[in-house]
């Protein structure tokens, strides 16, 4: 064996040798000849860059061993980086001696490691002294030869005396509860999923979630108890609370009917004293309601919206007016200064006087309004001198004239969501707007261009994030131009489709990545049925979607089709088939996967009682379903064990 110097230095050595006797019988002598030969190669122990090596240390390292007769069946040499430090390791048969350690510990050229083998020991024993049982332990350090960090688990909170002696073993730097880690962590944690992940670790952080939580969103359906809600949340300051969607308020309208908001609001009066949002939707909410709200905690309240509900009175909202005065987030008094959104949206069969509005925007045009929405234009009125804020955003009017856009277009380039919702007129063709709405994110039409609509949605509102498409004559080719356009998107639904393709779920899977809502509504004849491979592929690419809305008619997705929302479909929380799947097997195949699915339902689905049973218990998950045949509701499910 020779080594040549090239003047680079040697970055590793590994000797290797199988004795002719046995493979795992290794002379130690020879091992030993050889290294001290490979060390006596080394001339001088400054080496080029001033690097300072011991050649001899190898030597006496094997020395040692071979005065303890001990067995050497491995070793291998190298360095941290080139230059650097060496590191050796070497494997024995039998366990050395402590004199040989400390022999080979005292040699100059090793660099001491500062640990103390014994601590652990020291701190278990301490434990095992309060009789504490430990569940975990995980020993690792903050570098290559730097400080051990070491986690322990227990049942049991220790008792303070023994945290003391722990505290004072001398090789303690510091030590840190795990409590005072999360008091800092866990206020900055907002996600929902990871918040209810970290509540299930144990009772202190069940608490901890529950103190510094500051936001929370009800489903009155699931829990009709509010004192509930003030026990686990005591200190949130915004609430959302959520009954009826409007699409589901007409064919349940008893039930509807029956959901109270009154309980929920003599809590908010008397427990919530934190509250600054608050947000109702899909309940009826009485006059009384609003007064017992805005005299309790009206003078804290900065948001208040209320959003598809029944009962709302000018009355009401007169109380709200006069208690509200820090109200930033709904008007209808001048008393309320600051105003930075004003929205309307009352049942239709309710009318807004125009000279009301008129005389608010009017008052408000040097404010800080930014939002204007939910009111309606009358028929055969002027609008040419109406005068929106400057500073507005987001405008939404029901049954915009065209006479109206003199003060709208301006204004153009600067909003963020715009909403051309018709109630009562026919579909008008918005492009020559839409093309001037460049920073538009949210978007709601109903206009008649169909696939050129959404043409120039794509070309023109590259920004946009949440898209709402309820007009006509839309096919594919629609789709796939404002998925190649729009790839921001998080929110698409499309509920008057004239036809739907493979390609075109394909394409919305490729571009649209952010996607985390998707609804579709084919309301007439399909040209590439079934979709089997587009949903395959549209849940491929949109991994984060979370909520899937699909009406495709009956041959639109067959059992295999389901089994691939089930495969790939890891992250909904929310489907919705109607008229989907061929027989019982495309559930089953549905069950086997989707593990955070939580709410299910199903309408014209051609699947039997047995095979749903089945699915309720396979999907753990799972906490509402809903199934419906022939307009009317076959079985409705919620999780008796479901808690906040």
């Not at 804290?300 to 208690?323: E, S």
């Not at 277009?409 to 909403?419: D, H």
């Amino acid at each position: 064996m020779a080594f040549i110097a090239d003047g680079s230095g040697v970055g590793s050595v590994k000797l290797t040798y199988t004795s002719s006797r046995a493979t795992d019988d290794l002379d130690t002598q020879l091992v030993r000849a050889m290294v001290a030969k490979v060390s006596e190669s080394g001339e001088s122990k400054v080496g080029k860059g001033g690097q300072l090596d011991e050649p001899d240390f190898i030597r006496s390292v094997v020395n040692i061993l071979g005065e303890e007769i001990v067995s050497i069946n491995s070793i291998s040499v190298g360095r941290t980086a080139q230059r650097k430090q060496l590191v050796m390791a070497i494997g024995v048969d039998e366990k050395p001696s402590n004199e040989a350690l400390k022999k080979i510990d005292e040699i100059p050229a090793i660099e001491k490691q500062h640990d103390e083998p014994n601590f652990i020991r020291s701190i278990v024993n301490i434990l095992g002294e309060e009789i504490l049982n430990i569940n975990s332990m995980s020993v690792s350090r903050t570098a290559q030869r730097k400080q051990v960090v070491m986690a322990i688990g227990v049942d049991e909170k220790p008792s303070n005396e023994a945290l003391k002696k722990i505290d004072e073993i001398p090789a303690i730097e510091k030590m840190i509860k795990i409590e005072q880690v999360f008091n800092c962590v866990i206020p900055y944690v907002h996600d929902v999923d990871d918040r209810n992940s970290i509540s299930l670790v144990c009772r202190r952080l069940y608490e901890l979630d529950g103190i510094t939580r500051k936001h929370v969103t009800v489903h009155v359906l699931y829990c009709p108890n509010p004192s509930c809600l003030t026990q686990r949340f005591p200190f949130i300051d915004s609430l959302t609370l959520e009954g009826f969607s409007p699409l589901h308020i007409n064919s349940n309208w008893r039930d509807y009917k029956r959901i109270q908001i009154t309980p929920w609001i003599k809590e908010i009066a008397v427990k919530f004293t934190c509250l600054k949002e608050l947000h109702i939707q899909g309940l009826v909410v009485y006059e009384r309601s609003l007064e017992t709200l805005a005299t309790s905690r009206g003078k804290d309240l900065r948001v208040l919206k209320i959003d598809n509900c029944d009962g709302l009175w000018t009355k009401g909202l007169v109380h709200v007016a006069k208690y509200c005065n820090q109200l930033r987030t709904l008007s209808l008094d001048d008393s309320i200064t600051g105003l930075e959104s004003f929205h309307l949206r009352l049942p239709f069969n309710y009318r807004y006087d125009f000279e009301d509005l008129t005389i608010l925007a009017r008052k408000c045009s040097k404010s800080l309004l930014e939002e204007f929405s939910g009111a309606y234009y009358g028929k055969g009125e002027d609008y040419v001198d109406f005068k929106l804020p400057p500073n507005l955003r987001c405008f939404g009017i029901y049954d915009l004239p065209v006479t109206a856009l003199t003060s709208l277009l301006p204004l153009a380039n600067q909003l963020k969501e715009l909403n051309l919702q018709c109630m009562e007129s026919g579909p008008t063709c918005w492009c020559f707007l839409i093309k001037k709405c460049f920073n538009l994110e949210v978007l709601y039409t109903e206009d008649k261009c169909g696939d050129k609509g959404l043409e120039f949605v794509g070309m023109f509102c590259e920004k946009l994030r949440k898209f709402t498409h309820a007009g006509s004559d839309v096919t594919h080719k629609g789709l796939i131009d404002l998925a190649y356009g729009c790839k921001n998107l998080e929110y698409l639904r499309v509920s008057r489709l004239k036809d739907i393709s493979n390609q075109a779920m394909e394409c919305v899977g490729t571009h649209l990545k952010n996607l985390r809502d998707f609804r579709i509504i084919l309301k007439y004849w399909k040209t590439d049925i079934p979709l089997d491979n587009g949903i395959r592929a549209m849940l491929t690419g949109c991994n984060k979607l979370e909520r899937l809305d699909i009406n495709l008619g009956r041959g639109g997705l067959t059992d295999v089709g389901l089994g691939y929302i089930g495969k790939y479909g890891h992250n909904l929380k929310y489907l919705s088939l109607e008229r989907i799947g061929e027989s019982d097997a495309g559930l089953v195949e549905l069950s086997k996967g989707c593990p955070k699915l939580r709410t299910l339902r199903m309408t014209d689905c051609p699947f039997s009682e047995q095979a749903v049973t089945n699915l309720v218990f396979n999907m753990h998950s799972l906490r509402y379903i809903c199934v419906k045949s022939d307009y009317r509701t076959v079985l409705a499910l919620t999780r008796p064990d479901f808690e906040l």
